[in-house]
């Protein structure tokens, strides 16, 4: 099976920086992602890093050490419209269907 | 807009019952999902969809089921609702099965089984 864990919360002050790590456990592996949801809102697709790096996108970067099971997403530049929760989620060897994280509740303070 | 559309919104029902949630997408995308949304679980696959004609058992099936007769609607029925079902319930959809598909979330639907 896969397993996935990422901190439950973390709280940041607009305008700083901050990381959302993901560990997995997997067999066999596609990629990693990241989505976001809002209170009461559906998840949205952030990032996909299939190959060990950092994927870049606007104020949000998304890393990948497929060596060491691991990933981060990066926010910059934080605003108060980050507050929300992130799901990392990993595609099994095997299966094109993501596995979702229980998730990380950013909360952003002015 | 395209997208994907869920209903009902919300639905308060009664411990035996028989509900449909249904969850409709015009972006012509193969592959469908429905996930359940507990608080501190994340996002945990109830069942899916490959193709029009084809479904399969994900994470947490039982009490659950799904038909996909044609691309477009993907429902979801419990035929005999328990509180335990109480939830949010998210439908996707994603253009195929590869690795690079991006899953496109409907609004959800909160269901609550007295």
């Known amino acids: 099976g896969q397993s996935l864990e990422q901190p439950s919360e973390v709280t940041a002050v607009e305008g700083a920086i901050v990381q959302i790590n993901c560990t997995y456990q997997t067999s066999g592996f596609y990629g990693l992602s990241w989505y976001q949801q809002h209170d009461g809102g559906a998840p949205t697709f952030l990032s996909y890093?299939?190959?060990?790096g950092l994927e870049e996108t606007g104020r949000f970067s998304s890393f990948l050490s497929r060596s060491d099971s691991y990933g981060y997403l990066l926010l910059q530049e934080l605003q108060m419209k980050d507050s929300a929760s992130y799901f990392c989620?990993?595609?099994?060897?095997?299966?094109?269907?993501?596995?979702f994280g229980r998730g990380t509740s950013l909360i952003v303070h002015p | 807009i395209a997208g994907i559309t869920q209903a009902p919104t919300s639905q308060i029902l009664a411990a035996g019952r028989r509900m449909t949630l249904r969850c409709t997408q015009d972006m012509r995308h193969n592959a469908m999902y429905w996930y359940r949304q507990d608080l501190g679980l994340g996002l945990r696959l109830i069942h899916y969809?490959?193709?029009?004609?084809?479904?399969g058992k994900g994470e947490v099936p039982d009490g659950y089921s799904v038909s996909r007769a044609n691309t477009d609607d993907f429902p979801l029925t419990l035929a005999s609702a328990v509180p335990s079902q109480t939830s949010v319930y998210f439908c996707?959809?994603?253009?195929?099965?590869?690795?690079?598909?991006?899953?496109?979330f409907g609004p959800g639907t909160r269901l609550t089984v007295l």
């Open positions: 890093n299939a190959l060990d």
């Open positions: 989620a990993v595609k099994p060897g095997g299966s094109y269907i993501p596995t």
């Open positions: 996707a959809s994603s253009e195929g099965h590869r690795d690079t598909d991006t899953q496109y």
């Open positions: 969809s490959n193709t029009a004609g084809t479904t």
